[in-house]
């Protein structure tokens, strides 16, 4: 039986600024990435979303993102290598900190935004956030864009990588995604998004925004948190994948 993984970025709000749908995305999910401090979150965030977390019994990965709460980490910024482990490893361990508090253990990292997109790409800076994580605990899991440098240089220092699709996001024929700026861009329609993950997770390829297709392994399903229709997509998402006999757990349990 096929499995795969259904995860969403919350833990986005800040101080009197409300973010996202954390308490009711949070009932359909079975992993959650939650926002360390740098591109969203603060501290009593970031507790209070580990905790409500745990209580649904979702596995927990830190969301590291670029120090840049304006831009809500969505603005590329030129960082070197050595300044992309260092924010990393800053963040995972910050939340590491709530987890372990809370009598949890974390299970992955999956980098932010612009992070994630340039990690998606960039060979050297994706290494240098493989050894971010490897540093800071060997046995984490590393989630990155499916066939992205991200996922290649998690394997190459050792360790567990995750391939990630998107469900509300559309795809260029490079299967990078589509930039945020151009139209299409994201996908608000619950029946749009089920049936491109349902193409992707059980015939392994993506529709790409100009017609095409392109090859793509799936461990693990993003929603975004943000979007204003991320409720309904991930329990239209959720339904669909089991009727469809694929099993939705968390890739700890995979």
């Given amino acids: 039986m096929m499995k795969v993984d259904l995860n969403s970025d919350l833990g986005e709000s800040f101080g009197q600024y409300k973010i996202g749908n954390d308490d009711d995305v949070l009932k359909h999910v079975t992993s959650v990435n939650v926002a360390c401090g740098f591109h969203a979150g603060d501290p009593q965030v970031m507790e209070k979303t580990v ?106 220092i050792g360790l567990q990588t995750a391939s990630e699709v998107f469900a509300d996001r559309t795809y260029t024929n490079k299967g990078t995604l589509v930039s945020r700026t151009e139209e299409g861009s994201v996908i608000y329609n619950k029946e749009q998004a089920t049936e491109q993950i349902l193409h992707i997770v059980l015939n392994g390829k993506v529709k790409t925004i100009d017609g095409g297709e392109v090859e793509l392994n799936a461990d693990s399903i993003c929603v975004h948190g943000d979007n204003y229709e991320a409720v309904e997509l991930v329990k239209h998402l959720k339904k669909s994948l089991i009727e469809s006999n694929v099993t939705v757990q968390s890739l700890s349990n995979q």
């Avoid at 790409?121 to 956030?129: L, N, R």
């Fill in 51 to 156: 905790e409500k977390a745990f209580e649904n019994n979702v596995a927990v990965g830190a969301h590291p993102g670029f120090p840049d709460l304006k831009g809500f980490g969505r603005r590329p910024m030129q960082i070197s290598p050595e300044e992309a482990k260092a924010y990393v490893m800053y963040q995972v361990s910050a939340l590491n900190g709530f987890v372990k508090a809370l009598g949890g253990k974390m299970q992955h990292v999956k980098p932010h935004g612009a992070f994630y997109n340039m990690a998606a790409v960039d060979a050297t800076i994706a290494q240098a956030i493989a050894e971010g994580v490897y540093a800071v605990d060997p046995n984490l899991i590393l989630m990155g864009l499916a066939n992205g440098e991200l996922v290649k240089a998690g394997n190459k």
